[in-house]
């Protein structure tokens, strides 16, 4: 029995459509306030783009549906996690919407839940106890930011397990039907991540930081790299990094990890964040931007190595750091060798020879 199957009863319930992409990610759908519903499909293509503007209003149409292969089905959520779920949002009129997750060994299902127009909050499930691990870090995180002010971060409502072994994690949202993505860097986004700078930012020696246990944990697993990035390329940029910043005070603040246009929304000029499930508290401060960045050129410009490294070279480009980029790849690096648990292949290796490739480019020309 899937997660899926144990959080959906599909012996009844409403009407739902479920449909994919070609990454393989899929979603469901309800036939019920399918536009509110829609808020949590985020496409960046435009195929994506007219598929959320044109189902709710053409669902009912079969040619529509064949041409984006939605698969029909009724469904409702299994008892104990709709008590649960109403029992947190107040209110038994509960609607939702699922994202069945990205393909990896990260894989998890959130859910939108909603009443009518309003989005009351957001849900995560799995049953893998890594994700579980990530879920307990995400709630104590997201409380100590609460306790430095920091705002327009979602509030952890519920972070537990139910009696089937699926985890939760269940968090508020500040989004409605309004709210807007921004896939093009701006001021929303220089004011959030300086507020966050400015109320997490704490001086330590840079031995103590989260950061340098990250650079460890990848030294200490070298051997897991995959054969299309040269472990020497990353034990001589450790070694470096070591060289500047060991038995040195720095100043270190909060690091969101996965700073991109999908985990954000703007709101009447305000920017909100979410998903802190990569985040840590003690990191060099402008490494998001460098995700922001990377992220959107690999997955919406289509850029490859050469593009990202003539980027950085170009006059475009002065406002990056090279020095804090390669350790903004290092923390890339480490995270997703450590995440594949020493088993690096397929999908999964792929970013690996994108990012030594501008590795090598960056200690080659600085």
């Given at each position: 029995?899937?997660?899926?199957?144990?959080?959906?009863?599909?012996?009844?319930?409403?009407?739902?459509?479920?449909?994919?992409?070609?990454?393989?990610?899929?979603?469901?759908?309800p036939?019920?306030?399918?536009?509110?519903?829609?808020?949590?499909?985020?496409?960046?293509?435009?195929?994506?783009?007219?598929?959320?503007?044109?189902?709710?209003?053409?669902?009912?149409?079969?040619?529509?549906?064949?041409?984006?292969?939605a698969?029909?089905?009724?469904?409702?959520?299994?008892?104990?996690?709709?008590?649960?779920?109403?029992?947190?949002?107040?209110?038994?009129?509960?609607?939702?919407s699922?994202?069945?997750?990205?393909?990896?060994?990260h894989?998890?299902?959130?859910?939108?839940?909603?009443?009518?127009?309003?989005?009351?909050?957001?849900?995560?499930a799995?049953?893998?106890?890594?994700?579980?691990?990530?879920?307990?870090?995400?709630?104590?995180?997201?409380?100590?930011m609460?306790?430095?002010?920091?705002?327009?971060?979602?509030?952890?409502?519920?972070?537990?397990?139910?009696?089937?072994?699926?985890?939760?994690?269940?968090?508020?949202?500040?989004?409605?039907?309004?709210?807007?993505?921004?896939?093009?860097?701006?001021?929303?986004?220089?004011?959030?991540?300086?507020?966050?700078?400015?109320?997490?930012?704490?001086k330590?020696?840079?031995?103590?930081?989260?950061?340098?246990?990250?650079?460890l944990?990848?030294?200490?697993h070298?051997?897991?790299?995959?054969?299309?990035?040269?472990?020497k390329?990353?034990?001589?940029?450790?070694?470096?990094?070591?060289?500047?910043?060991?038995?040195?005070?720095?100043?270190?603040?909060?690091?969101?990890?996965?700073?991109?246009?999908?985990?954000?929304?703007?709101?009447?000029?305000?920017l909100?964040?979410?998903?802190?499930?990569?985040?840590?508290?003690?990191?060099?401060?402008g490494?998001?931007?460098?995700?922001?960045?990377?992220q959107?050129?690999?997955f919406?410009?289509?850029?490859?190595?050469?593009?990202?490294?003539?980027?950085?070279?170009?006059?475009?480009?002065?406002?990056?750091?090279?020095?804090?980029?390669?350790?903004?790849?290092?923390?890339?690096?480490s995270?997703?060798?450590?995440?594949?648990?020493?088993?690096?292949?397929?999908?999964?290796?792929?970013?690996?020879?994108?990012?030594?490739?501008?590795?090598?480019?960056?200690?080659v020309?600085?």
């Open positions: 029995m899937t997660t899926l199957d144990k959080i959906l009863d599909f012996t009844g319930g409403e009407k739902f459509y479920r449909f994919g992409n070609s990454d393989g990610k899929y979603w469901i759908m036939a019920r306030s399918m536009r509110t519903a829609m808020n949590l499909y985020q496409p960046s293509g435009s195929k994506g783009k007219l598929v959320k503007s044109l189902l709710p209003c053409l669902h009912f149409l079969a040619p529509v549906r064949k041409v984006i292969h698969e029909k089905l009724h469904c409702r959520l299994n008892g104990d996690l709709r008590e649960l779920l109403c029992k947190v949002f107040g209110t038994r009129d509960i609607e939702f699922i994202f069945e997750g990205t393909p990896c060994i894989q998890k299902i959130t859910i939108q839940l909603s009443t009518g127009k309003h989005i009351l909050g957001y849900c995560k799995s049953e893998s106890n890594d994700i579980k691990e990530l879920f307990d870090k995400e709630h104590e995180i997201l409380a100590w609460k306790e430095r002010g920091v705002t327009d971060i979602p509030q952890a409502l519920y972070c537990g397990t139910l009696g089937n072994g699926v985890h939760l994690f269940v968090q508020s949202t500040a989004k409605t039907t309004s709210s807007t993505i921004i896939h093009k860097w701006d001021s929303l986004h220089e004011e959030f991540l300086a507020q966050l700078h400015d109320r997490t930012k704490q330590m020696l840079f031995e103590e930081s989260d950061y340098y246990n990250t650079l944990a990848l030294e200490e070298i051997e897991w790299l995959p054969d299309n990035i040269e472990a390329i990353i034990s001589t940029t450790i070694g470096k990094i070591r060289d500047c910043f060991c038995g040195k005070e720095v100043e270190l603040s909060a690091y969101h990890g996965d700073f991109t246009p999908w985990n954000m929304f703007a709101n009447k000029k305000r909100f964040v979410f998903d802190f499930e990569y985040a840590a508290k003690s990191y060099p401060p490494l998001d931007r460098y995700h922001f960045f990377t959107t050129a690999i919406e410009r289509h850029w490859n190595a050469n593009d990202i490294t003539a980027f950085i070279e170009s006059d475009n480009g002065k406002w990056i750091d090279k020095k804090l980029y390669k350790i903004y790849l290092l923390d890339m690096i995270r997703f060798t450590l995440r594949e648990n020493g088993k690096v292949s397929g999908k999964a290796a792929a970013p690996f020879a994108l990012w030594g490739k501008i590795l090598e480019s960056l200690m020309n600085n």
